[in-house]
């Protein structure tokens, strides 16, 4: 019996405000919670995040607790510049994940490339999938 996958068209969100009912906030300003998808292989969990505008030097990624926590600024353009259309608005990104123990915490990688981040969860050594050595009588 085989079954046939159903094609699932993906749509984007629109970039929405992170609500004061989520939490006090505790910096000021307005922060966005960035889009993710994530993946998985064999060897990780791979999460990747679209946060425009953010510098490599402004971006923290906080582990504590098992909480993962993202969080990224993005600079007002310059005071020279006068805005006459705006679609896309300023502020900064957060967003946090909880991690099981499946997750080899020590190996944790993260990588921003042109405003989009990467960061690797490797799986703990027992949820990788590994040969069995057959042995000859």
Same mark, same amino acid.
């Given at each position: 019996?085989? @079954? !046939? ?13 992170? &609500?004061?009912?989520? *939490?006090?906030?505790t910096r000021p300003g307005v922060? =966005? ?10 060897? %990780?969990? +791979?999460?990747?995040? %679209?946060?425009? *505008? /953010?510098?490599p030097g402004d971006l923290n /990624?906080?582990?504590?607790?098992? /909480?993962?926590?993202?969080? $990224?600024?993005? #600079?007002?353009? #310059? &005071? %020279?510049?006068?805005?006459?259309? @705006?679609? =896309?608005?300023? *502020?900064?990104?957060? @967003? !946090?994940?909880?991690? &099981?123990?499946?997750?080899?915490? &020590? $190996?944790?990688?993260a990588k921003l490339v042109n ?9 703990? %050594? ?5 040969? +069995?050595? +057959?042995?000859?009588?």
């Amino acid at each position: 019996m085989t @079954r !046939r996958k159903e094609k699932t068209e993906l749509v984007p969100k629109e970039k929405q405000p992170i &609500s004061s009912q989520a *939490g006090e906030p505790t910096r000021p300003g307005v922060f =966005y919670s960035p889009a993710v998808d994530i993946f998985q292989t064999e060897e %990780d969990l +791979v999460i990747v995040a %679209d946060m425009p *505008g /953010v510098a490599p030097g402004d971006l923290n /990624v906080d582990l504590e607790d098992s /909480v993962l926590t993202v969080t $990224g600024k993005v #600079d007002e353009p #310059d &005071s %020279d510049w006068k805005l006459r259309y @705006r679609e =896309y608005g300023i *502020g900064g990104y957060t @967003r !946090r994940f909880t991690l &099981s123990d499946k997750i080899d915490q &020590s $190996g944790i990688e993260a990588k921003l490339v042109n405003g989009v981040l990467t960061v690797r969860l490797p799986k703990a %050594d027992a949820l990788k999938p590994r040969k +069995v050595l +057959v042995k000859a009588a």
